[in-house]
């Protein structure tokens, strides 16, 4: 087990204020410190010197073969931007620092050093800001693809009528479901899994800060790219983009293909410092079998970042290729497949759906055990049903290809191994209902929002296995029916667990309380209206309604009427959590330092919002953090343990024997 | 693991909770399950028009007398746990320490996994026994239909089908027309980008990619007509990609072959011959010769683009 060690240093370490930093930088004015404004200076010159270049080189080309537009310059424009943004935030200053032999500050020092609302807008290495900073992005982003729904759901409400016309239509779906499937991939690693990881399992800090920082900072270049695709004429073939439609688009395509790959390097590099923390940084007696479900389930996410967003870079790679310098990866009729791209895209899609699945499991399974106030029922059940999801949604993909006539005769072995994913993802359902037993259900907020996602899962699951059927599938693919189920997982589950961490965790992450009269209201408007709008659409694609289309039979009006009022509706209590979000964050204020829901969990042990470095030293973990109602249970972790134990520790005699620590620190002051 | 069961757990006082839910849930499940079977399972898309549309109803039917005990389960279980176990003003105590529960758990476990296997082979088998159930199979379909088959090539393009006959003479027309009671196979294919042809009542699904030929299988059961929708995003006009099919008797549909046929041979003959898949870069030639000729439009841009703004 590894444990963090270096910062023991022998004075000031141990002060909880964090005290002065060792060395005071000379503070210079906030317009000339990197931030924000500088990083968009950046990428105005890097973009303008990008496209410049890319003139340069292909000024011999009015077009490419196979799309419509010379792309060069608008990718190069992109991808120096993006250099330009991140050097104007001072991503590399550190690594110049370090080359030319200056010292540079470690991340807790960097944190101790810097406070107010400033670092929000840096390039910081504390792993708390770029949780706040990820929270921040990812309700920004959910809004913006929210807004895109809107959009969707008025030009449905005429079969015919164009409210929109057929080109903006496209690009609005195109843009939705890129802005919500690509933006928000990493909506609860990068908020709660960057700023809960290192607290819940005793860490200081985390594996890699600045890499930590550069994945939150490169998805507001991706997010301005995205949106800037409009100004190009939009992508018109969705989220997928299934080649060759994509080859021959205009420049809009650039946009996606550019932004979906800075996502994929985003994700990788979250994965990979997720995956180093828990596994290298757990604190001493932090075991396998004591890990809360919720890093579980970033553990298990983060294995899906870094080896399913490698492929969907390097399909994003040949797109560009194809459409800049002519290769022919995708185009059939010049060697290249159409089916190559998609198998590329759902290698890494499907294990993407569950990117967006398994941090809800692991939201609710860490909510439902506080509010029972009983141990979750199975912890290794569940530990095993994410690890069984994980392992087994990379051998799915092409339940997504039944009707594309590729491996026909593969397509049972697909169906088995889609159906059994279902195994352990009933495992959750399992833990849940066994927590409920006889437990003393408390209906909070947090709570409300789990068993919303209970019920909403339940649905979004069960149409799933009617999915993985192949004749059924027949019917249901590439029609409204895929399009609710895939809303009830990923809305109905992703989102209403991410709405119950913000509601559970933000006294944590913030010191603050959210208002709790309207998040109730908040909830059950959502939970209605969420309902009042997909569970009609299962009706409307088994009617025949295609995804994707303006233009409907006349006879299915009434029912998408419905659901575009539903949809209004429902975005309206996204606004009621937006205003209570702002109030309580931003107006009332209203403080709750301590643990309004006395939780055993670690991160609930130190004061609300941590302190510098978390931890005044490093804990030293006695129990599970599930153990509610267990008599004779130790409090959940030792923060203040007897001098030298790191060192015992270290040399691995605690780490053997499962009754060590509780023995050795008993005149610890408890949690 | 706390080795006790639940329901031990309680004392002599307390009501059987197990029991209680397990009965209403059998009460529940056995009225849900005939009503679905009986009441709305002859109306469950997408119909019976073709034979495989009906193996596709018959597998819905299935997947859904099969899901409503499961989902009843979890509903009502949580329901009347959030009932009766919920928390009771001024009970500050902790619930019961159970940690897990072998028994349960490896039962739990057993029937999902015998679910999920009992699918997978009715699946495999619905698949196979009605000749791949009308989905895509791709070029060399192993899953097909005994008997004469009338084969039907559908061309994909932005942004409408067309369809070939090869059986009369190759001729290709906008309108989808099909004889009652007999096999169908569909050759499905593109010459710009992936569309999926769905001919929604007759239960038939094929993705049209560019250099493919995919082929699904279907017996139109009931004369009528049946809506033809793409069912693959492919570009600014998708929303508009559908038209409507029919299905006549054998006698009829014969007369229209047959009349069809004569009445655009001059164009066939100007058409590239029939083949499974056709190059879309020897689209513009064929186009200008078309052209020269005075002939408006042939494969590719043969039919001018629709103008769907207001259909």
Sequence with gaps: ?671 | MAAQTPAATGTAAEPRHGLRIFLIWLVAAAIADPLIWFVWGPHMPPGDMASAAASQQFDINVMAVMAAPVMLFVLIYSGYALIVWRYREGDEEDGPPIHGNVRIQVSWIAATAAIVLGLFGFGTYELIAPAGAGAGEGPSPIWKPTGSTLQVQVIGQQWRFTYRYPQFGGFETTQLVLPVGQNVAFNVTSIDVIHSFWAYQLGVKADANPNVDNVAYTKPEHTGTFTVRCAELCGLWHGAMFDTGQVMPVPAFQAWARSTETRLAAVTRMLPPYALTYDPTVIPTINAAMAKAGITGANGYYYPPQDPVQP
């Design chain 1, 1 to 671: 087990m590894a444990i963090e060690i270096h910062p023991e240093r022998p004075q000031g370490a141990q002060q909880p204020s964090g005290g002065e930093p060792p060395r005071a930088r000379p503070a210079r004015p906030w317009w000339r410190r990197p931030a924000v404004h500088t990083a968009l200076i950046g990428a105005v010159i890097g973009y303008v010197a990008g496209h410049w270049l890319g003139n340069f080189l292909s000024s011999g080309y009015a077009q490419n073969g196979l799309s419509d537009s010379n792309d060069v310059p608008i990718i190069l424009g992109y991808t120096f931007g993006v250099i330009g943004w991140l050097a104007g935030l001072g991503v590399f200053n550190d690594l110049l620092r370090q080359m030319i032999g200056r010292p540079v500050q470690t991340a807790l020092e960097e944190e101790a050093a810097s406070n107010g609302l400033a670092r929000y807008f840096r390039y910081s290495l504390d792993h708390k800001v770029v949780g706040i900073q990820y929270l921040v992005g990812m309700i920004t982003y959910f809004l913006t693809g929210g807004l895109f729904a809107m959009a969707i759901r008025t030009e449905l409400l005429s079969p015919t009528y164009h409210i929109m016309n057929a080109n903006s239509y496209v690009e609005v779906v195109g843009e939705h479901g890129t802005m919500m499937m690509m933006m928000m991939t990493s909506v609860i690693v990068g908020p709660f899994g960057n700023y809960l990881v290192p607290l819940m399992i005793g860490s200081k800090r985390v594996a890699f800060p600045r890499i930590e920082a550069l994945s939150f900072w490169i998805t507001p270049a991706a997010y301005i790219i995205l949106l800037s695709g409009l100004l190009f004429g939009g992508f018109p073939f969705g989220w997928t983009g299934y080649a060759p439609l994509s080859i021959q688009a205009t420049q809009g395509a650039d946009a996606y293909a550019m932004a979906f790959g800075l996502m994929g390097i985003s994700v990788i590099l979250a994965g990979f410092n997720i995956i180093v923390t828990v596994i290298c940084h757990r604190a001493p007696g932090m075991r396998w079998s004591r890990l809360p479900m919720f890093v579980w389930a970033m553990l298990t996410t983060s294995f899906l970042f870094v080896l399913a967003a490698p492929v969907l870079f390097v399909g994003m790679y040949m797109m560009i290729t194809d459409r800049t310098f002519q290769t022919a990866f995708y185009v059939n009729q010049l060697g290249g497949s159409s089916y190559l791209y998609e198998n590329v895209f759902w290698f890494f899609g499907h294990p993407e759906v569950y990117i967006l699945a398994l941090p809800g499991f692991g939201i609710v399974s860490e909510i439902i055990p506080v509010f029972c106030r009983k141990p979750l029922f199975g912890y290794k059940v569940a530990a095993a049903g994410m690890i069984g999801v994980c392992l087994l949604s990379f051998f799915v993909w092409q339940h997504h290809l039944f009707d594309s006539g590729i491996n026909p005769d593969m397509r049972p072995l697909f169906m088995l191994t889609t159906e059994l994913i279902s195994i352990p993802t009933g495992f959750i359902y399992l833990v849940a209902l066994g927590t409920f037993w006889k437990a003393k259900i408390r209906f909070t907020v947090p709570m409300l929002f789990a068993l919303g996602m209970y019920f909403n899962f339940l649905i979004g699951g069960i149409s799933g296995v009617f999915l993985s059927d192949v004749p059924a599938d027949t019917t249901e693919h590439g029609s409204f029916f895929v399009m609710a189920h895939f809303h009830y997982t990923i809305m109905g589950g992703l989102i209403f667990a991410f709405m119950g961490g913000v509601y559970y965790w933000l006294p944590k992450l913030m010191g603050i309380k959210m208002n709790e009269r309207l998040g109730k209201i908040h909830f059950w408007t959502m939970f209605i209206f969420f309902n009042s709008t997909f569970l009609p659409l299962f009706a409307v694609g088994m009617a025949g309604q295609p995804r994707r289309v303006f233009e409907y039979a006349r006879n299915l009006q009434t029912i998408n009427d419905w659901v575009s009022i539903s949809a209004f509706l429902l975005g309206g209590s996204i606004l009621i959590f937006l205003i209570n979000f702002v109030w309580s964050t931003v107006i009332a204020r209203v403080p709750e330092p301590g643990n309004p829901w006395r939780s055993r969990g670690l991160e609930w042990q130190v004061a609300s919002p941590p302190p510098p470095g978390n931890f005044t030293h490093v804990p030293v973990v006695l129990s599970g953090p599930y153990e509610y109602g267990v008599k004779d249970a130790p409090p959940v972790a030792d923060l203040n343990p007897p001098p030298g134990i790191l060192t015992e520790a270290v040399s691995g005699a605690l780490v053997g024997s499962g009754a060590g620590p509780a023995a050795g620190v008993g005149q610890g002051t408890g949690a």
